[in-house]
T-cell receptor, first 113, second 112 residues
Framework: ETGVTQTPRHLVMGMTNKKSLKCEQH?????MYWYKQSAKKPLELMFV???????ENNSVPSRFSPECPNSSHLFLHLHTLQPEDSALYLC????????????FGQGTRLTVV | RKEVEQDPGPFNVPEGATVAFNCTYS??????FFWYRQDCRKEPKLLMS???SGNEDGRFTAQLNRASQYISLLIRDSKLSDSATYLC?????????????FGSGTRLQVQP
């Protein structure tokens, strides 16, 4: 069982669709993150959850909605996305928020058409 | 000024060469530092943490210079399998964000 798993690995959705990305960590970590990686850009932090409480929302449009039902699971709900939202979405977890190394899932490659 | 800056490269080096990357960070209160490796279309993976005293892991050596606010990564005896993008990562209590901040990466291409 890998440490952080994400599903689906690939997703193509229309601009009017609603979909959700799922992340699960098996490391017993207390913090989970969503990052976005667009072509030729650095990783951009979207959301941080620590002990299931959202502690940071990095000015992300409301068409992205995170949910953290427990310390092992993290979701990113998507609706009415734009083509420029096409990117690699990476989930990560760490033992403590913002201090220790983070471990990443394999990512979801999202294409909005 | 970017919080974490790296030369994007690419660095094209022959097998067996020694190559060094530098990274500068803007927040002097940063306290944790890492190097990650990212292969094409894959997730970043932790390569090594960077300690104040410097640290070495096989062919890889990382150094931290707090006074000048830069971090370095040295790779000796480069292998073809070292070809990847190397990400400099910074974190700390006063960075204004409570998560790791990533540089945009330095691309390394090791050639036969």
């Amino acid at each position: 069982e890998t440490g952080v798993t994400q599903t689906p690995r690939h997703l193509v959705m229309g601009m009017t669709n609603k979909k959700s990305l799922k992340c699960e960590q098996h490391l017993g970590h207390n913090a989970m993150y969503w990052y976005k990686q667009s072509a030729k850009k650095p990783l951009e932090l979207m959301f941080v959850y620590s002990l299931e409480e959202r502690v940071e929302n990095n000015s992300v449009p409301s068409r992205f909605s995170p949910e953290c039902p427990n310390s092992s699971h993290l979701f990113l709900h998507l609706h009415t996305l734009q083509p420029e939202d096409s990117a690699l979405y990476l989930c990560a977890s760490s033992q403590s928020q913002g201090w220790t190394e983070a471990f990443f899932g394999q990512g979801t490659r999202l294409t909005v058409v | 000024r970017k919080e974490v800056e790296q030369d994007p490269g690419p660095f094209n080096v022959p097998e067996g060469a020694t190559v060094a990357f530098n990274c500068t960070y803007s927040n002097s209160a940063s306290q944790s530092f890492f190097w990650y490796r990212q292969d094409c279309r894959k997730e970043p993976k932790l390569l090594m943490s960077v300690y104040s005293s410097g640290n070495e892991d096989g062919r890889f050596t990382a150094q931290l210079n707090r006074a000048s606010q830069y971090i370095s990564l040295l790779i000796r005896d480069s292998k073809l399998s070292d070809s990847a993008t190397y990400l400099c990562v910074v974190a700390g209590q006063d960075t204004g964000r409570r998560a790791l901040t990533f540089g945009s990466g330095t691309r390394l291409q090791v050639q036969p």
